[in-house]
Each structure stands twice: as C-alpha cells, then as structure tokens.
C-alpha cells in the first residue's frame, strides 16, 4: 500500500514569496491533516479536513495560509506572503475516518531566507 | 488545554543499554496517550498507544510505556537499544482518540557504540 506522498520535499523562497505545497493522502482515506512542525518542536495542527470539508483550522494563520482539498482526495497547502517564522517542515497526515489512525509523510521542508 | 513535557531534548545511550524517554502531559480527564519516532527526512510512525485497559502497553521495534495517572506520566522504555533506534521521539496526548494530537517538543535519541 502505498503511503502519504508530499512534494516537493525541500523549497528555498525569499520572505514575501508565495509557495505551495501538494499532499496525496493513502488511498480511501477521508481524513486529511496539515502540520507545521517548526525546528526544536513537534508537529502543530494547522488544519484537518474530512472528505473535502474544513473540521479544524483554528490554528491556521488565515491571514497568509490557506489549504482546500476539493475533490476529497489531494490537498494544497499555500502560503501567500511566506515570513522568515515560516521555517519549517509541513507534514501532511491522512486517516480512513476522524477517530482513525494517522499515517504521516515525509514533510516539505521550507527555508524562507 | 491539554499539553505535553518531554523534559529532555537529547538523550545518549550506549547500543544495547536500556532506555526510558520521559512524558509528562496535562489533561484533566482521562488522556489518549501516543509515542511516535521521526528518523530523519522521514515522516512519524506511531510506536504505541494508550486508550483504556492494562496500563503497561507494548509497541513495534520492542518498545513499551507505562501510563500512571499519579504522576501524569507516559513513559517510553526499551530494554536494550539498537543502533537503529537513533531518532527523534514524539510524545502526544488528544481527548478524542487518535483526532486532535498534542505534541511534546520530542527527545533525541542518539546511540553510541
């Protein structure tokens, strides 16, 4: 079975740049989740959809962030304009159902200079 | 709110030495509890988890934790470390099963020869 795909794995911008950031979850999984996990720290939830509805982005800074996932598989994360705080490795995760297990993969890595 | 402590950042244990990583949480009812390992460029993968029951659970790779509600602890132990073990670990704690994780800010385990 194949896992959680992400890319691209590493993204170099300057501070005020835009960068986006793709996510194909396990396949028949309903739940998608985006992590910020920044260096020194662990993963902190940015935003979880169910199918292609937002459960969760309490913590998304919506100011400069947006993420959608419209047919309810493949996600994009967005960052618009990226700040040097922004450093940090974007993990997505998917699960078959809300109360499911979560898979992660292997994270975008963006350096914002 | 919930949280989680992991009071050390970097942990070195001699290969084949025993093994317990802190976990300290903070949740007024009774937590889901998780470990998870992160080696690098990789994505996490779970290790084990508490919900309900027997309070000594056992993992993959030969890891198991103990949840005492006293101590608000979830420690991580392994009885003889393998080189192979040398990664980050992640502990988290969530209200609503594996949905809405918290994580500690993770301990680095490096094995020396």
């Known amino acids: 079975e194949a896992g959680v795909a992400q890319s691209p794995r590493y993204k170099i911008i300057e501070k005020r740049q835009s960068v986006a950031f793709w996510c194909n979850p396990i396949s028949g999984h309903a739940t998608l989740y985006w992590y910020q996990q920044i260096l020194g720290q662990g993963p902190k939830l940015l935003i979880q959809f169910q199918n292609n509805g937002v459960v969760d982005d309490s913590q998304l800074p919506k100011d400069r962030f947006s993420a959608e996932r419209l047919k309810g598989v493949d996600s994009t994360l967005k960052i618009q304009p990226a700040k040097l705080e922004d450093s940090a490795v974007y993990l997505c995760?998917?699960?078959?159902?809300?109360?499911?297990?979560?898979?992660f993969g292997p994270g975008t890595r963006l350096t914002v200079t | 709110a919930q949280s989680v402590t992991q009071p050390d950042i970097h942990i070195t244990v001699s290969e084949g030495a025993s093994l317990e990583l802190r976990c300290n949480y903070s949740?007024?009812?009774?937590?889901?509890l998780f470990w998870y390992v992160q080696s690098p460029g990789q994505g996490l993968q779970l290790l084990l988890k508490y919900f309900s029951g027997d309070t000594l659970v056992q993992g993959i790779k030969g890891f198991e934790a103990e949840f005492k509600r006293s101590q608000s602890s979830f420690n991580l132990r392994k009885p003889s470390v393998h080189w192979s073990d040398a990664a980050e670990y992640f502990c988290?704690?969530?209200?609503?099963?594996?949905?809405?994780?918290?994580f500690g800010k993770g301990t680095m385990l490096l094995v020396s020869p």
């Open positions: 995760a998917s699960s078959l159902d809300m109360r499911d297990e979560q898979y």
């Open positions: 988290a704690v969530s209200d609503s099963g594996y949905s809405t994780l918290t």
């Open positions: 949740y007024g009812a009774t937590p889901y």
